[in-house]
């Protein structure tokens, strides 16, 4: 990997960050961009839609801008590793962000579940931004969709390529080196399907001034770019057509049985008994998608080597008794588990993220501040009013909650009816209190409804729970219970604190809230069969008392 730190944002050129992350064991790596023009921001290909990719994308542009400044975003095909995380992204962007695509892309965006608008690019269209930079625009189809795009910036000669010159290689570094021109030609022979598509694309770029080539897969390129753009004019596309007209004989598919036999060896670091590809296949999905992808990838080069048929792809019979399955979950722990350990570093009570992970990839326990939000009078004010108008004052006022919390460090975890449920790490124990002020301030100063707030820290533990075919992200624990309780406790524009997590904050804030005329200590009980805790219940303070900077936003 070249050394990099990846829970880092890496800036490629001037004003343009990779804000990606590489699954090493499946060797994919997807490659959203972000570029920054006078304070508003462009994402390119944003990525996969789940919120484990959502966390490691969105916390590298947090290194770099506020996301309400994202103001525009860039999608050259309509494939769900570019598209799938607009949904679960788009509502911490700016108020107005636009989509950017091609028509034949857009007709399939919304389908993700997207609202946001769409603006239709074309061929050579030029979006000129604040400060006259300009990005144009090239309709390059077929590349492997109809509706394919590349975008060039024309201040930095930087070519966005889509999936072109990109590749699935499980030695993925930021950068190419000469070693990464086969991959790249592979991918081109395997995902264009005519050369007249290529031809096109090598007259549309061999005018241009490129420095670096940015492909949503694989490698940044920066050196001998022209051996890679002559790629597209050496390279003989649609060889899944020439494999399948040459079926392998008994003799070479035990040679393709045995290569790859010896390769999932290993991968795995131990002796593989099987004598067939399904049973190579049926070790292979034991261990998860990303090695079902490496064993298919073995038999794809022996194959292409041997000048036969891919026998993965033709002939298997699919017994009812016995259908092969892969283990999706698999290859999202992994990459949870590397999220845990770069972007968050979360270190349990035996100090070590190990522990963490030791509980279960899937969730773990941890330190976090617990903040329930209410809205009061609810009841009454909707007792008269049309669904419609409900709906819509719901939907501004939690949106507008969502974007102060998300925006400066926090999580929303659940919105349910007038309510919410959000949760903040460790470190930020001091800001959380800070932003329940804020969230009364600003209700206020925009004429929303008015609520109260429940906060509590401790130990919580975080994940996926329900059916299998409908998870849940969740919280758990004593914490969540009391500050709901506590958000019961707190009427309009208040704030009601567990003794715990006021000890943890820091001595000024502290002579704050004690100072504060609003301020009073109270007993809470969460059953009549437990006993009173201490609690502390302030009212929303001045501005100038409470300062949220260096965090900001725009509402």
Known sequence: MNGIDDSKPVEIADKIWWVGFADYEAGFSNNPYLMLDEGEGILFDPGPGHP???????????????PEKIRYIIVHHQDPDLCGLIPFIENILHPDVTILCHPRAALFVPYYGTRKGIMSICDEDILELKSGRRIQFFHIPYMHFPGNMFSYDIATSTLFSSDIFGCFNQNWRLYSDDSYIEPARKFIEYYVGNRSSLL????????????????????????????????????????????????????QLKEIIDVVRDKLAELLHKDIQADSLNELMEIAGDEGPDMVALLIDAVVVKSALMGVT????????????????????????????????????IMSDTGSLKAILGQGLNSFETNAVVMFIDIRGFTCWSSDKHPDEIMSL?????????????????????????????????????????????????LETYE??????????????????GQED???????????????????CAGKRETVINMSLYEKLNDDLKKIIDSLDSKQNIKVQVKSSEPEFDAIKFGACDPDNVDISPFNYTI
């Open 448 to 465: 929303l409804l008015s609520v109260g707030i429940g906060m509590d820290y401790g130990k919580i533990t975080m994940g996926d729970m």
């Open 200 to 251: 096109y694309a090598y007259d549309r770029l061999k005018s241009l001034k490129i420095d670096r080539i940015c492909p949503q897969h694989g490698a940044i390129i920066k050196d001998n770019i022209d051996k890679f753009v002559n790629l597209l004019i050496t390279t003989k596309p649609a060889g899944l057509l020439r494999e399948l007209k040459n079926k392998p004989g008994p003799e």
């Open 52 to 66: 484990i990719f959502r966390d490691m994308i969105m916390g590298k542009i947090r290194q770099i801008i506020n």
């Open 470 to 488: 409908r998870l849940d992200y969740t919280l758990i624990g004593s914490p969540v219970n009391l500050a709901s309780r506590l958000c019961d």
């Open 310 to 345: 891919n026998p993965l792809t033709c002939g298997q019979v699919h017994k009812a008794e016995n259908v092969r399955q892969t283990n999706g979950a698999k290859l999202l722990d992994a990459l949870h588990q590397r999220y845990l350990r770069r972007q968050y570093g």
């Open 394 to 442: 719901l939907s501004v006022q939690h949106g507008f909650v969502a974007k102060i919390i998300n925006s400066n460090g926090g999580r929303v975890n659940k919105i349910f009816g007038d309510g919410m449920l959000a949760y903040f790490k460790d470190d930020y124990v001091d800001q959380s209190i800070r932003i329940a002020n804020e969230i009364h301030r600003e």
